[in-house]
């Protein structure tokens, strides 16, 4: 294990990041934003989703400052119903991961499938799998996930439609993402199907679903990994967008956009505190994660080595 810690420390990919400030900083906040969300209820100082713990006499509270009221001093301040900024930062922030990372492995999986099927079996397969990817590139994401949330919310029950909001806002996301990964991967598979070792495995009488799974496959994912963190911070810019405009997470469940939607009504009465928090947080996080996706990219390029 000792011997595994210190190769793995002398590797070319952590040497990189140690000599890198910039992902240093942006690894650590990650890590805190993320660790943050996930024990949300450990750290947060009020269950802003519960209505029992709410006082209305709280409300406008501003950052730092005793309420009027009733004396109660919140961090960050708290909104029009007396819910803590600081606690739902933290919970939105559990929904705007969740969304991005599972739209963003739901576009993976379905774009490493495709370009793997695209760039190995060729012919017709490819040519449909292409071009539909072509027409979707003349789409603006954003506006093909607005389109696919309102269809899959439509056949959506209506009483089910609060509950399912989440999974339907992943699904919008993740169908408007996966082209990037078919076409990288697409591009790869057809360098590797010609080179020896997949020969070898043709000889031998290996299936193609093998050859694809076990042989390509490892040796295509480099890239698609730079790809999924950027699409990562794509993926969280775009879920608070929807929800931003009213389409995405419920009012039951707001995630970051959803924040940002609720403290926009407010900005100009004076109770700023209430857009910019949550305002910071995204852009703390999209920005972090981008540039540790920069910073993968140019690690993981031979020719800047």
């Known amino acids: 294990m000792g011997d595994l810690i210190k190769r793995a420390w002398r590797s070319d990919l952590l040497w990189s990041f140690r000599k890198s400030p910039v992902a240093i900083v942006s690894f650590f906040v990650v890590v805190l934003l993320v660790s943050s969300a996930v024990f949300a209820p450990l750290i947060a100082p009020h269950d802003p989703f519960n209505p029992a713990t709410l006082n209305l006499m709280n409300g406008f509270s501003q950052p730092m400052e005793p309420n ?52 190995y079996r060729g012919g017709w397969a490819e040519s449909i799998i292409m ?92 890239p698609v990994l730079v790809i999924a963190t950027i699409s990562l911070a794509l993926a969280i810019i775009a879920e608070a967008t929807l929800s931003f405009l009213g389409v995405g997470a419920p009012p039951t469940e707001p995630s970051l956009g959803t924040l940002i939607r609720i403290g926009q009504g407010f900005l100009f009465s004076g109770e700023w505190w209430i857009l910019l928090f949550p305002a910071i947080t995204l852009l703390a996080l999209a920005l972090s994660v981008n540039l540790l996706g920069d910073w993968l990219r140019d690690a993981l390029n031979p020719r800047l080595k």
């Open 68 to 119: 009027l009221f009733t004396g109660d001093v919140f961090w960050l301040g708290t909104d029009d119903q007396g819910r803590d900024v600081f606690s739902t930062i933290l919970f939105g922030m559990r929904i705007s991961l969740f969304v991005g990372f599972s739209a963003v492995a739901f576009a993976l999986i379905l774009g490493v499938t495709l370009g793997l099927i695209a760039g």
């Open 131 to 222: 071009r539909l990817a072509d027409v979707q590139l003349t789409f603006p994401a954003i506006l093909l996930a607005m389109l696919i949330f309102g269809i899959a919310k439509g056949f959506t029950p209506l009483h089910l439609r609060d509950q399912m909001a989440i999974w339907v806002l992943i699904l919008a996301i993740g169908l408007s993402d996966w082209v990037q990964f078919a076409r990288v991967v697409r591009g790869a598979t057809l360098v590797e199907k010609n080179k020896e070792y997949v020969q070898a495995a043709k000889l031998i009488g290996r299936s193609p679903f093998t050859i694809m799974l076990k042989h390509i496959l490892p040796n295509v994912l480099g």
